[in-house]
């Protein structure tokens, strides 16, 4: 009976992973398998496009909506110059990013635009936030599947090469006794540069017992830890979260936390919701950001929803290949400093409340490949706030360093108000009309 009711979690997962694009075919399973050195047994589907299964473990992950984090990525810097090896790795760190040209006037004007551009560059590195994020619970999930599902013998210790750069690998101290399982992302291909660790709560065998009236598990959660490390190996910020997978009820996988920069800087509430649903082609995914800006004397906070749709899809053997995503009805609201609380008052929704609506973006976007922590050229996106007549802009502009560059524009004269520049990390400085220059932590605006 119990192995019956792991089948259905089992089931149920794969279908999200198909949806996602996690699985391809059975010949590129078994080469990434390969190349990976028997990678994760609870990794039928790798968050790239191929699927590392070893000895051809069925795939059962891609859930979490890697949605969000396909767009994204956790692309690399901007403008970091150093020394970076093929994997993106060299410890590049940013260039401090270039003076920006202030084109708005004085006054109001000029205050109204500058929260504006805090806005854009808030929304904008978010969605790199919540790629890297979203694909860590891909993995996350995959691991929590081949506990259940195998044995913790066959988990522990196992690692991945990723495709898209870097690598995997699950703590071989897990046991039978273990309550958690910590996974580390790492830089590069020889797991020596971590760039996450992850502790997550383990799922046990009777949190997968279907519901009397469903052929589903109950709605499952698991708190986990985030340590985010930079290039050179210092702590960037820890993230906490809870995750939550609703199988039973809207089968979404949604979640909210908060991240502490290491630096001290102003807390970020964090939140994602993907609808893990059927179709082979697109998907919806919305992320949420909510923070102090200090220097503003204002609280910001924004939801944006996301449709994302995978090109040439239409079978689970398409791939995961490259990805668009589009969404035209963010909301981005403000208040006085601790004012905004980012939560899920009706789940799996995601909401700020505490502030008043200060503007609304569209967003538009591409990802070269989809499901990978670096994805290569050509990826960027767009965030438009058309009240104010300013665009976020930002590209990766080396396929060797992976880096990143940023731009916020006046939409009517083409001017440049702000520039940004990350590293591989997500960290480096933007610096606005104002001639100020903030750092970039992580993918957040660390004010």
């Not at 075919?25 to 990434?32: A, D, L």
């Not at 991240?259 to 697109?282: E, I, K, N, R």
């Given at each position: 009976m119990a192995k019956t009711r792991i089948d259905e979690f089992e089931a149920f997962l794969f279908s999200a992973a198909v949806m996602?694009?996690?699985?391809?075919?059975?010949?590129?399973?078994?080469?990434?398998?390969?190349?990976?050195?028997?990678?994760?047994?609870?990794?039928?589907?790798?968050?790239?496009g191929g699927v590392t299964s070893a000895g051809g473990t069925k795939a059962t992950g891609g859930v979490v909506g890697t949605s969000i984090g396909t767009t994204t990525g956790g692309a690399v810097a901007v403008g970091g110059k150093g020394g970076g090896d093929a994997s993106g790795l060299g410890g590049s760190n940013a260039t401090g990013a270039s003076g920006a040209v202030?084109?708005?006037?004085?006054?109001?004007?000029?205050?109204?635009?500058?929260?504006?551009?805090?806005?854009?560059?808030?929304?904008?590195?978010?969605?790199?936030?919540?790629?890297?994020?979203?694909d860590a619970q891909m993995w996350v999930i995959e691991v929590q599947d081949g506990i259940l599902s195998r044995s913790v013998?066959?988990?522990?210790?196992?690692?991945?090469?990723?495709?898209?750069?870097?690598?995997?690998?699950?703590?071989?101290?897990?046991?039978?006794?273990?309550?958690?399982?910590?996974?580390?992302?790492?830089y590069d291909s020889a797991f020596t540069q971590p760039y996450v660790?992850?502790?997550?709560?383990?799922?046990?065998?009777?949190?997968?017992?279907?519901?009397?009236?469903?052929?589903?598990?109950?709605d499952l959660t698991w708190p986990e830890t985030l340590t985010y490390h930079a290039v050179d190996g210092h702590t960037l910020g820890v993230l906490s979260l809870t995750q939550n997978l609703?199988?039973?009820?809207?089968?979404?996988?949604?979640?909210?936390?908060?991240?502490?920069?290491?630096?001290?800087?102003?807390?970020?509430?964090?939140?994602?919701?993907?609808?893990?649903?059927?179709?082979?082609?697109?998907?919806?995914?919305?992320?949420?950001?909510?923070?102090?800006?200090?220097?503003?004397?204002?609280?910001?906070?924004?939801?944006?929803?996301?449709?994302?749709?995978?090109?040439?899809s239409g079978s689970k053997d398409a791939g995961a290949g490259p990805i668009d995503f589009s969404g035209s009805s963010s909301t981005v609201v403000s208040?006085?400093?601790?004012?905004l609380a980012l939560?899920?008052?009706?789940?799996?929704?995601?909401?700020?409340?505490?502030g008043t609506a200060f503007t609304s973006t569209v967003t538009d976007g591409s990802a070269a490949e989809a499901l990978v922590f670096f994805p290569p050229k050509p990826t960027g996106w767009t965030i438009t706030d058309t009240a104010h007549d300013e665009r976020f802009t930002i590209t990766l502009i080396d396929d060797t360093t992976r880096n990143l560059a940023a731009t916020i524009t006046?939409?009517?004269?083409?001017?440049?108000?702000a520039n940004a520049s990350l590293d591989q990390s997500g960290t480096g400085a933007i610096t606005y009309s104002d001639g100020s220059t903030v750092a970039i932590t992580s993918w957040t605006v660390a004010d």
């Open positions: 996602l694009g996690a699985c391809s075919s059975s010949s590129r399973r078994q080469e990434v398998g390969d190349a990976a050195g028997g990678a994760i047994n609870a990794a039928g589907a790798t968050n790239v202030g084109t708005s006037s004085s006054g109001d004007d000029a205050g109204q635009s500058l929260v504006a551009e805090h806005a854009l560059a808030q929304v904008g590195f978010s969605i790199a936030m919540a790629s890297s994020v979203l013998k066959d988990v522990a210790g196992k690692t991945a090469q990723l495709p898209g750069g870097g690598s995997l690998r699950v703590d071989p101290g897990l046991s039978t006794t273990s309550q958690t399982v910590t996974i580390t992302i790492y660790d992850i502790v997550a709560g383990l799922i046990s065998p009777d949190e997968v017992v279907p519901d009397a009236d469903s052929d589903l598990p109950p609703a199988l039973a009820t809207n089968q979404h996988a949604y979640g909210t936390g908060t991240f502490v920069p290491a630096t001290g800087a102003p807390s970020v509430q964090f939140g994602l919701d993907c609808l893990m649903a059927t179709s082979a082609s697109s998907f919806p995914c919305t992320g949420g950001v909510a923070q102090d800006f200090p220097s503003l004397s204002l609280a910001i906070g924004s939801v944006t929803p996301l449709t994302l749709t995978r090109r040439g208040g006085p400093l601790g004012s939560g899920t008052p009706v789940p799996p929704t995601l909401s700020v409340s505490g006046r939409v009517s004269t083409g001017a440049t108000l």
